[in-house]
């Protein structure tokens, strides 16, 4: 099964993808976690060049198709052979991430965006993704809350990140079969129990 976690930063998805992976790990299951972009050495190497402050003159078709080329090798490389193999494989952001931030943030024309999407990915789609919503004000206080600095991605503008967000509440709207979207703001602990009912519901003995 090919689980994936949504939402922008400090959303709580990466903290949830975690505990997902230790509550499968836990029960028996093979289970692997990854994330986006990265996860392999090639796709490590693309994450360095996204997110480095240096580059802030990147243009947005210029970043998708590096955050393209970086899924693409992690999708051939680990994705597939681990899920060949009856792995339950989570990944910590995948294309929706780039329907999100590239199309609805950046401006890049979303045909090209899903057509390039499909083709980075070898058509795979992901069974189940949990989207992890927060606003901007919840993400901005968590980040004073946590001192964290910011990366290049990190630092666009306010009005990026609403669009960000709209495009992500968007997608969990017409594909609410594959979408569950939950509450960011809630404790971790209720968020989580959230996550598993739903996993309990899909796979047998989880």
Known sequence: ???????????????????????????????????????????????????????????????????????????????????????????????????AYQGYGGQVELKTILGINKTASGGLSPDLTFFIDIDMKESAARRKAAGK???RMEQKKLNYFNKVIRGYRELAAKEKGRFKRIDGRKPVGEIQDKILNIIRKRVKNA
């Not at 992976?21 to 029960?27: A, D, G, I, T, V």
């Not at 693309?46 to 990147?58: E, P, V």
């Not at 998708?64 to 680990?78: G, K, M, N, Y």
């Open 149 to 151: 600095l910011k990366d």
């Open 1 to 99: 099964m090919f689980i994936t976690f949504e939402g922008i930063d400090l959303s709580g998805k990466s903290t949830q993808a975690k505990l997902l992976y230790n509550y499968l790990k836990k029960r028996g299951k093979k289970v692997i976690l990854v994330r986006e972009p990265g996860g392999t050495k090639i796709s490590e190497k693309i994450r360095d060049i996204l997110l480095d402050k240096n580059h802030s003159g990147m243009f947005s078709l210029t970043e998708f198709l590096l955050f393209s080329a970086s899924r693409q090798q992690l999708t051939e490389e680990v994705i597939k052979p681990h899920l060949r193999k009856g792995y339950f494989v989570i990944c910590d952001r995948y294309y929706d991430s780039s329907t």
